[in-house]
């Protein structure tokens, strides 16, 4: 079964620091692009940022560029998002969701979430 | 950056009748436009890609047409599973950008 679990959210103040692990298994994690997606509490969803399948290519959504950054160990078949200098508007559920087939750019499975809170 | 805008915001359907939902692009995006359904508490779910073929698993009354800025997902006898949120997400240019939801509530 292809399973992706989230873990390392929580509370934090703003300006601090997080890193959310997304576990993956039951697929070859290193052939497929991965990507987060988040969703405010009562809110749509938000795409924040991807990983190509070798780690080497990433992309960002403006409002996280440059204080977030993506990173994957295709040893481990983990995702990871640092997320640095959080503000109360990163208050979301932090999805991983996995690339449909290589290269592509929609989502399927998605993880559980994990839940960061940002106090200001 | 491509804004998806989805409507009613709201859809309030008996069970066994038909749900269309729309979804339009700011600009054109061709086929490249993927649905998924969300339940309370559940992570989203992909329904269909390339604006009209349904991903492994998902029943044939979800239907999806359009293509360029104008997009349609129909649902032909709802079910009561099937009464959630609905998100379109275009994958033709970065950002990936997502409408604000369709609400599919009980009559």
């Known amino acids: 079964e292809v399973q992706l679990v989230e873990s390392g959210g929580g509370l934090v103040q703003s300006g601090g620091s997080l890193r959310l692990s997304c576990a993956a298994s039951?697929?070859?994690?290193?052939?497929?692009?991965m990507h987060w997606v988040r969703q405010a509490p009562g809110k749509g969803l938000v795409w924040v940022s991807r990983?190509?399948?070798?780690?080497?290519?990433?992309t960002y959504a403006d409002s996280v560029r440059d204080r977030f950054t993506i990173s994957r160990d295709n040893a481990k078949n983990t995702l990871y998002l640092q997320m640095n200098s959080l503000r109360a508007e990163d208050t979301a559920v932090y999805y991983c969701?996995?690339?449909?087939?290589?290269?592509?750019?929609?989502?399927?499975?998605w993880g559980q979430g994990t839940l960061v809170t940002v106090s200001s | 950056e491509i804004v998806m805008t989805q409507s009613p915001a709201t859809l309030s359907v008996s069970p066994g009748e038909r749900a269309t939902l729309s979804c339009r692009a700011s600009?054109?995006?061709?086929?490249?436009l993927a649905w998924y359904q969300q339940k309370p508490g559940q992570a989203p779910r992909l329904l269909i890609y390339?604006?009209?073929t349904r991903a492994t698993g998902i029943p044939a009354r979800f239907s999806g047409s359009g293509s360029g800025t104008e997009f349609t997902l129909t649902i032909s006898s709802l079910q009561s599973e099937d009464f959630a949120v609905y998100y379109c997400?275009?994958?033709?240019?970065?950002?990936?950008?997502f409408g604000g939801g369709t609400k599919v509530e009980i009559k």
């Open positions: 969701a996995r690339s449909y087939s290589y290269g592509s750019n929609w989502f399927d499975p």
């Open positions: 039951g697929f070859t994690f290193s052939s497929y692009w």
């Open positions: 990983l190509n399948s070798d780690g080497s290519t990433t």
């Open positions: 600009q054109s995006i061709s086929s490249n």
């Open positions: 390339g604006a009209s």
């Open positions: 997400q275009q994958y033709n240019n970065w950002p990936l950008t």
